[in-house]
């Protein structure tokens, strides 16, 4: 009867190798601490990226909502707001037709007005205007305050004033004439401009006159 033999190796039961199992983990390890610090940064920039995106969103539905509301303006010169009463005088219509016309000449405008109202005591208002669509209101009225200028210089202390109901951004400053000092004020928004020029006016006085104004003449 044959000795029995050695027992056979079943490779598929082999121990594992303690050196491999160091080398995988070691491997594993090594991966892992690769990876792990790219997914929080990739997050981050991610949810930055999305927040962005967000406010240009944001941002883009209130202007277009405000351009909406505003680029259909109408304008008109009405024959009487307050005491002010416009002046009819072969010089008033003329000096009212160049106001229009040096406006139109400076601003992109469909449609253009011009007036000039008297008061008394020697309290003028010129008055000038326009309505179309405008994209930047603040910077227009800026470039339409350029009108407004002599040999003393341009519109000094432009800033920036309650523009009213009708909002949009409105400004007043002064600009030196021979006569003395003359306060100018003017508004802007998506769909109207206009300016006006304030005989022995202080901007206390002249702000809120140009509100009356403007709602009297601004439609929407």
């Given at each position: 009867m044959p000795e029995p033999g050695p027992?056979?190796?079943d490779i598929g039961t082999l121990p594992p190798d303690p050196s491999m199992e160091f080398a995988a983990d070691e491997g594993e390890a090594d991966?892992?601490?690769?990876?792990?610090?790219?997914?929080?940064?990739?997050?981050?920039?991610?949810?930055?990226?999305?927040?962005?995106?967000?406010a240009g969103v944001a941002t883009l539905g209130v202007t277009s909502w405000r351009i909406i509301a505003q680029k259909d303006a109408t304008m008109s010169v009405p024959q009487?707001?307050?005491?002010?009463?416009?002046?009819?005088?072969?010089?008033?219509?003329t000096t009212a037709d160049y106001l229009q016309t040096a406006l139109a000449a400076e601003v992109e405008l469909d449609h253009t007005v011009g007036a000039v109202y008297q008061e008394a005591g020697e309290k003028d208002v010129l008055f000038l205007g326009g309505t179309g669509l405008i994209w930047t209101p603040s910077r227009d009225l800026d470039s339409a305050?350029?009108?407004?200028?002599?040999k003393e210089g341009s519109v000094t202390n432009l800033h920036e004033v309650d523009p009213?109901?009708?909002a949009g951004v409105m400004k007043c400053g002064i600009t030196k004439t021979p006569d003395g000092d003359l306060t100018v004020c003017g508004w802007a928004d998506h769909g109207s401009l206009a300016l006006a020029m304030f005989n022995n006016r202080t901007e206390a006085e002249a702000a809120p006159l140009m509100r009356d104004i403007r709602n009297a003449a601004e439609k929407r």
């Open positions: 027992n056979p190796i991966a892992h601490a690769e990876t792990k610090p790219r997914f929080p940064v990739r997050r981050v920039l991610i949810v930055v990226v999305l927040l962005i995106a967000a009487r707001i307050g005491n002010l009463v416009v002046d009819g005088s072969e010089n008033g219509v305050m350029t009108l407004i200028s002599d009213g109901p009708l």
